[in-house]
């Protein structure tokens, strides 16, 4: 499967940016063994899945406002099929992390993240969340959320305008698109569906690690 | 003034007089109650603030104290202790009922104890938390450990304090919060309606509110000690973050501070640009209240139509200053660009068009039976808990504690422009309501007399290229939409502050909610805590 | 008695005038953008900043002067200037540009930097279409490869004389 | 077909659908897990002690009150569908019984019954 | 033509012709079933993107645009979203309740749901008693919010459920005495003969009491379905998302179409008493003949979903305009001021019935 396979309503694909990263995401799925040409019933679901992502509300600061924004009238993330937000992590698809996360804020994120059920994504709002932005000098602040947990779609911008989350949605819709959910790793204790995101003694695969090995890479 | 000296110098021999201009008193710590005491017989009765500053050789507590009958009068008080390993000094929280959290935060960021606080449990940082950050000799260094484990609530719940026993020894007590078998739920830190991370730890019978521990710093970003490290330029942008919604306020009030201290001669242009843009911001942040408070009250319709025409001043900020939420506009000496040629008739535009949403708003939200139900006699502040609590602000001011800062001293272009200060008697939820929408009123009303009126000039002054500040302690208050929002600077005359300290409106609101919401219910809770409309990283910083 | 139904026939009047306010704004036009529709003609605020781009001309030349004032000045590191040194023609070496990294993931937008750069070598512009799947795709060259900076009269290239960008602090 | 059958083949029809759509998400979708998943969910702060405690009387004394009048409208279904047959007396043998619990309700009212304390 | 009974007999004759008895009984069984299931589903499908739709042009919005041509898949989108979601292993909760509630509710709802009489021929449950089982069986509900509530071991579904259940028996007493009113009207339990004796006639325009209990009913009904401003056990802004916090993927979706259908069957309810279900609307006198025959033309399913939809937006509309009550305002509402309404309404009902009909006629 290549990237330009994956449509999105009124969006071109060279309109997105970071497409090698995705292309090198489908790669590593094939590559994994869990083949990724989508069967038809696959096609549905992750059609009804990218358009139906309800986001838990889940706000620290700034970034919180804007996240209101689009909810509301002028941006409107409704419009995706998004606007049910929920207050219970069972049943939220998505976290938009708005805002900083402290020291003291960051293993209830994590217990959060946890609550939720999978399928699961993260989207890191703002500086604060993507790399502690304007406070990663602090003492007590993390520095960029993917310490905590695995994120999917980072959005730079302090806070972000309203579209820019409407962007950074769609590209995680694009993400959504290339699962696979009967070729999906499966749990070697009891033999259920995982997703790639927790190892099987239930730890988690954070993309810190590979990101760090990437900016070593491209320093040189 | 002399008057206020004399009576403080009659009750305490160490009294000295430090600063000519302002009453600047220092007190020896033994005498600090005492002083303290007649000082609040004598009518000084709201304690502004209270801040820790740590000397090396000593730390020294400075209060700002001023009168709520005549909140013109103005004073710093400062004590200190030379006992840097340990130091304790007596409590004024039973004097003013503000003074519990201020003495808190001082205990979390320094390490000073209260002597008869009741309560000195760490406000924002973990109870497991090493160190005290804000110490000169504290490493600042972000470092790598992010704990996995939710902090024990157990140990947020046992609650030490201080006291003298009969020999005059320091005996260390300890109390728990909660009963064994009390019902109690956590409201937060993700919770739709505390309006940020505020954790509420809430004692129920039923539907019925028997206690609020609230907690704070689940948004703790440390930003007065990073300011401590970033020249004065530099450490504006941060000021947007603490109370994002009033944040150019917020800017206003560092860049007047700084500009005072340095002596600077702000242009007319940037004054009068300046103020309506604090206006506009303070709409912006009373429409944000108000909507979010429907929202809280289960009224999601209203919520939209508030942020639906919040857009409008959003769009205003964007076409000048370039940003939406954060404009990032203030600069020490004016402002940063010129206002775009739009501007002023975007603005006139505005004016007549939010005055008819806000007749719908009133149709819609406040003639409405269940919502009126609901608030009238519900969350009842009486004048003098407000003082006491220093709950200013539109808060205060709904319960008729004339407190606008905009009278008071006024700053930028509020004294050339004709405007009512808002004031109702009841004190309750519906009162903390209308103010809002009433003083959005008021504030177009401000923007209208200012709009055409923006003088030709310089829209910056002449700033050295280095900005440093003379040594010496500044504060600057403003009103920000929330209250009294205050900036204490003491500088030693170099590029970057030596201590800086914001008082936030929004933690006294917070401190008042236990108080205000006891034997309410839930709902009134959610409601009440829509109408104080704090917002949380103004409190953790 | 009178007072219950005097009440609620009130209070019926009241909430009737309340859905009579939804029902205005039922028909009104809607004020939703449809940005991703709307994305070739929506306005964008010239003023908006959204991200930071070194100015060029059409030589691919670039004003930068690699005097780091900018990433000095930038409350939190998010500017990166790395300069080497070159040898003119005449002999002398100087230091000039190689990369100039920008990192958009912790960028806070305050605009210190542009007003601190006393050449107007960067500026902003209104792309806000940042999000991406990998964190290291925010760390962007700004100076595309090839280029160079303007080749300038001696006299004006010396970042001495700007006391009106007001900002920088170049004197020490 | 009669009535009864089919309430019989609905509440069947209620079960089967339940139970299906139970299992196909117990099959299809995906899982994982972790030591905090199961945990109750509050705010994301650990929960304090049992939820299962005793709880106010409150709301009991409305499902009291609900009780008695339930009854009520139980008794007085089979007067309303012959109302018309039965004639003014029909009502004034009605209003009877009904007088007795209205004067309850005045009662209940009265005494602070109905207020939510 | 237009009408379903057509296609039902035909299949019935159809089945018998080729099939033993038996066999024909079981097949007609599993298709009243399947039948139900899909009308079932279709219209929580409908009624989701109604309300997503509605809600966004009440509050200047668009509402989903993006799913299909102007959002119109965005239910099918949701379904297929929420039936592949995990549903989560809890460890402290009661197993055997927290899934029992799922039953109660979803059996309340459908059974209730089966009593209504979408056309002239289409006629589910039927039973002579048919208002009493309407009120009996979908108190089910209310049971299975209150076990839900109390066996996620969690406070603030505790405290969810405990409002649910205050509430919900409140209401069912103003919504059960406005029942009584039109039965005293009709003179039958039976839900077809009541809308039998609106041939000519529907009950609202016959007497001016019928109006008071129509209000009645649709608040208390609307009070019933959880639905704002009596969202209390629900109460997002309170209780973060109420009684069904813990239960996630599918077992949370059929709650949330357990919610939707109630709404219409409310309204369905409503419509088959007051607005004369499936009865086209005819006025009653000699000159109007042409226009009941066009009325008549009109096909009498489409009659019952017209009217049924019409109470469902009525229900929106309250829905998206009003601030939630807090639980004194409700029971306030109930105790004092529907209780006594409804029960002088049914009086003077009865009185007109008995005393100022046959006064006049």
Not at chain 5, 112 to 132: E, R
Request: with cysteine; glycine share 8%; proline share 4%.
């Amino acid at each position: 499967m290549e990237v330009k396979d994956i449509k999105i309503k009124s969006m071109k694909t060279e309109d997105f940016r970071d497409n090698e990263s995705l292309q090198k995401y489908i790669d590593e799925l094939e590559k994994g063994g869990f083949g990724i040409k989508v069967a038809p019933l696959d096609k549905v679901i992750n059609w009804g899945r990218s358009y139906s992502v309800w986001p838990l509300t889940f706000a620290t600061s700034c970034c919180g406002i804007e996240f209101m924004c689009v909810a509301a009238a002028r941006h409107d993330f409704a419009r995706f099929g998004f606007e049910v937000t929920r207050n219970s992590p069972r049943q939220a698809d998505v976290i938009f992390v708005s805002g900083t996360i402290t020291k003291k804020m960051a293993p209830v994120l994590r217990r959060l993240y946890d609550e939720m059920s999978e399928p699961k994504y993260v989207i890191a709002v703002g500086g604060c969340a993507v790399s502690g932005g304007p406070f990663k000098s602090s003492y007590h602040v993390v520095d960029g959320v993917d310490k905590i947990i695995p994120v999917d779609v980072y959005v730079p911008g302090c806070p972000p305008r309203p579209e820019a989350m409407l962007y950074a949605m769609m590209q995680l819709q694009r993400k959504i698109r290339v699962e696979s959910i009967f070729k999906m790793p499966k749990n070697p204790e009891n033999g259920s569906v995982i997703l790639s995101k927790y190892n099987s003694d239930g730890t988690l695969v954070t993309p810190a690690s590979e990101t760090k090995q990437i900016e070593e890479g491209g320093a040189e | 003034m002399e008057k206020t000296l004399k009576m403080i110098q009659s009750v305490s021999s160490s009294c000295t007089k430090i600063d000519a201009a302002d009453v600047m008193v220092s007190v020896d710590k033994k005498d600090l109650h005492k002083v303290c005491e007649a000082l609040y017989k004598d009518g000084w009765d709201y304690l502004i603030n209270l801040t820790a500053v740590d000397n090396v050789e000593n730390i020294e507590i400075v209060y700002h104290i001023s009168k709520s009958s005549d909140m013109e009068k103005f004073m710093v008080l400062k004590t200190n202790t030379t006992d840097v390993e340990n130091p304790i000094i007596e409590t004024v929280s039973d004097i003013w009922k503000s003074a519990n959290l201020y003495e808190r935060e001082a205990y979390d960021f320094f390490g000073v104890r209260f002597l008869n606080h009741p309560d000195m449990r760490r406000l924002f940082l973990r109870p497991d938390w090493v160190g005290y950050p804000l110490r000169k000799n504290y490493d600042n260094t972000p470092n790598e450990g992010i704990p996995s484990k939710v902090h024990d609530m157990d140990a947020c719940e046992d609650v030490p304090s201080i006291t003298l026993d009969r020999h005059g020894e320091i005996v260390e007590n300890h109390t728990k919060l909660f009963g064994r078998n009390e019902y109690v739920v956590n409201f937060g830190p993700q919770h739709p309606s505390t309006h940020g991370v505020l954790h509420l730890r809430v004692s129920l019978e039923g539907e019925t509110i028997k206690k609020i521990d609230p907690n704070f710093g689940y948004i703790h970003r440390g930003i007065e000690k990073m300011m401590e490290s970033m020249t004065y330029p530099q450490m504006l942008f941060l000021t947007e973050r603490l109370d994002y919604l009033c944040g150019s306020m917020n800017r206003h009030a560092l860049c007047m501070c700084v500009e005072k201290a340095m002596g600077l001669e702000i242009p007319k242009r940037a004054e009068y640009i300046r103020t309506i843009f604090d206006e506009l911001n303070r709409i912006a942040s009373h429409l944000i209240g108000w909507a979010c408070m429907c929202n809280d009250m289960g009224s999601i319709t209203a919520f939209i139509y508030g942020m639906r025409d919040r857009e409008k001043i959003m769009d205003i900020f964007q076409e000048t200053a370039g940003g939406r939420l954060m404009t990032n506009y203030y600069v020490i000496g004016g402002v940063a660009q010129d206002i775009h040629p739009n501007f002023v008739n975007r603005v006139k535009e505005f004016i007549p068009y939010l005055r008819k949403m806000i007749k719908e708003y009133h149709t819609l939200f406040t003639g409405n039976p269940i919502a009126r139900g609901r608030m009238i006699n519900c969350g009842l502040l009486k004048k003098e808990d407000a003082i006491a609590l220093g709950m200013s602000g539109p808060n205060g001011r709904a319960s008729g504690w004339h407190c606008d800062v905009r009278k008071i001293a006024p700053y930028a272009a509020y004294s050339e422009v004709d405007f009512k200060e808002i004031l109702h008697d009841g004190g309750d939820t519906i009162d903390r309501y209308m103010i809002r929408l009433e003083e959005i009123e008021e504030s177009l009303k401000i923007i209208e007399q200012l709009i055409d009126k923006i003088p030709e000039g310089d829209f910056r002054a002449k700033v050295p290229a280095i900005v440093k500040v003379p040594a010496g302690e500044y504060y600057q208050r403003v009103e920000n939409a929330r209250g009294d929002f205050g900036v204490y600077l003491k500088s030693t005359g170099d590029k970057s502050p030596y201590r800086i300290k914001f008082r936030s409106p929004s933690m006294v609101a917070v401190s008042g909610l236990d108080p205000i919401c006891r034997d309410t219910k839930i709902a009134d809770l959610i409601m009440i805590g829509g109408s104080l409309d704090y917002v949380i990283p103004c409190i953790d910083r | 008695m009178k007072k219950y139904i005097k009440d609620l026939f009130s209070g019926i009047y009241a909430l009737l005038q309340g859905m009579y306010i939804t029902n205005l704004n039922f028909w009104r036009p809607k004020v939703t953008e449809q940005y991703p529709e709307d994305r070739q003609t929506a306005r964008q605020f010239e003023r908006f900043r959204g991200e930071l781009v070194f100015d060029m001309n059409d030589q691919n030349e670039h004003k930068c002067i690699a005097c780091g004032l900018c990433a000095r000045n930038c409350p939190n590191q998010s500017l990166e200037v790395i300069t080497k040194s070159i040898t003119t023609e005449d002999g002398k070496t100087k230091k000039v540009l190689d990369k100039f990294l920008y990192d958009l993931g912790s960028c806070t937008f305050c605009s210190v930097c542009t007003q601190s750069c006393a050449q107007k070598a960067i500026k902003w512009t209104n792309n806000f279409e940042h999000a991406v799947f990998n964190r290291s795709a925010l760390v962007k060259q700004l100076n595309p490869e090839g280029s160079k900076a303007i080749e300038r009269k001696p006299a004006v290239a010396a970042p001495k004389a700007a006391p009106a960008a007001g900002q920088n602090e170049n004197q020490q | 077909m009669g009535s009864s059958e089919i309430f019989v083949v609905v509440m069947i029809t209620a079960v089967v659908m339940v139970l299906a759509a139970i299992i196909i998400g117990w099959l299809l979708a995906p899982k994982s897990k972790n030591a905090q998943k199961g945990e109750p969910y509050e705010c994301g702060i650990p929960t304090r002690g049992t939820s299962w405690l005793q709880f106010r009387p409150g709301y009991y004394l409305f499902a009291l009150l609900f009780l008695m009048f339930d009854v009520e409208t139980v008794l007085l279904f089979p007067w309303a569908t012959i109302t018309k047959t039965l004639g003014p007396n029909g009502i004034l043998a009605i209003l009877f019984f009904l007088l007795i619990l209205v004067l309850g309700l005045a009662y209940a009212w009265k005494k602070g019954a109905l207020e939510w304390k | 033509m237009l009408e379903v009974g057509g296609i039902l007999s035909w299949i019935h004759e159809a089945l018998s012709s080729s099939c033993p008895e038996w066999l024909t009984l079981l097949i007609e069984y599993v298709l009243i079933g399947v039948g139900f299931l899909a009308l079932y589903a279709l219209i929580a499908l409908i009624l989701i993107l109604l309300e997503r739709k509605v809600c966004a042009y009440y509050q200047c919005r668009l509402g989903p645009m993006r799913a299909g041509f102007w959002g119109l898949l965005q239910p099918f989108a949701d379904m297929i979203k929420i039936l592949m979601k995990e549903i989560i292993p809890l460890l402290k909760n009661d197993k055997f309740l927290f899934f029992t509630a799922l039953f109660l509710v979803i059996i309340g709802s459908l059974c209730t749901f089966g009593a209504l009489q979408f056309s002239k021929d289409l006629v589910g449950i039927d039973f002579n008693v048919g208002v009493f089982y309407v009120l009996a069986i979908s108190s089910l509900g209310v049971l299975g919010i209150l076990l839900a509530g109390w066996s996620s071991n969690n406070k603030y579904t505790m405290i969810g459920a405990m409002r649910a259940g205050a509430q919900l028996v409140s209401y069912e007493l103003s919504s059960g005495l406005s029942l009584l009113t039109i039965v005293i009207l009709g003179g039958t339990m039976q839900l077809s003969g009541l809308i039998e004796a609106q041939s000519e006639t529907w009950f609202l325009f016959q007497t001016p009491f019928t109006w008071i209990a129509m209000v009645i009913y649709l608040i208390a009904g609307h009070a019933e379905t959880n639905r704002g401003p009596f969202d209390l056990p629900e109460a997002e802004s309170e209780l973060t998302a109420g009684y069904h916090i813990e239960y996630s993927g599918i077992t949370f979706g059929l709650f949330y179409v357990g919610e939707y259908v109630n709404m219409f069957t409310i309204a369905g309810i409503g419509t088959m008493v007051f607005l004369g279900g499936w009865q086209p609307f005819h006025i009653n006198a000699e000159w109007a003949a042409g226009f009941n025959g066009v009325m008549d033309m009109i096909p009498t399913w489409l009659w019952f979903f017209a009217k049924a939809f019409g109470l469902v937006m009525l229900s929106l509309w309250v829905r998206w305009s009003f601030p939630r009550l807090r639980i004194d305002q409700l029971l306030h509402l109930e105790w004092k001021i529907l209780m006594p309404i409804s029960l002088l309404n049914m009086l003077l009902m009865a009185l007109w019935v008995t005393v100022l009909v046959p006064l006049f006629a």
